[in-house]
């Protein structure tokens, strides 16, 4: 079992930047696909990007790529999403997501979520 903890959420302003941060309670990542979903209020829960276990590849949704950046630490204790360019369309709650199988974009590939972490981009 792998307990997901993100951080690093907030109020920011509109062209402003955020990283959020997402690691596992008493265990190391590496052995996991990892990657970011998130939800704004009242719409369904969209892929933001993963990245494989080694970290040589990331994926990323059409609306965040070139602006959202995915990362693990060399000692496989985190993983990190660098959001640049904030638009008030990437206002959600944003979740840390794990799984043994793949890196992609189906909610279903990915065994364990976080509680989340809010993001509000005010315009």
């Known amino acids: 079992q792998v307990q997901l903890v993100e951080s690093g959420g907030g109020l920011v302003q509109a062209g402003n930047s955020l990283r959020l941060s997402c690691a596992a309670s008493?265990?190391?990542?590496?052995?996991?696909?990892m990657g970011w979903f998130r939800q704004a209020p009242g719409k369904e829960r969209e892929f933001v990007a993963c990245?494989?276990?080694?970290?040589?590849?990331?994926y990323y949704a059409g609306s965040v790529k070139g602006r959202f950046t995915i990362s693990r630490d060399n000692a496989e204790i985190a993983v990190y999403l660098q959001m640049n360019s904030l638009k008030p369309e990437d206002t959600a709650d944003y979740y840390c997501?794990?799984?043994?199988?793949?890196?992609?974009?189906?909610?279903?590939?990915?065994?364990?979520w976080g509680q989340g972490t809010q993001v509000t981009v005010s315009s």
């Open positions: 008493g265990r190391t990542l590496g052995r996991y696909n």
């Open positions: 990245i494989n276990r080694g970290g040589s590849s990331a």
């Open positions: 997501v794990a799984s043994n199988i793949n890196c992609g974009d189906s909610a279903s590939s990915y065994a364990y």
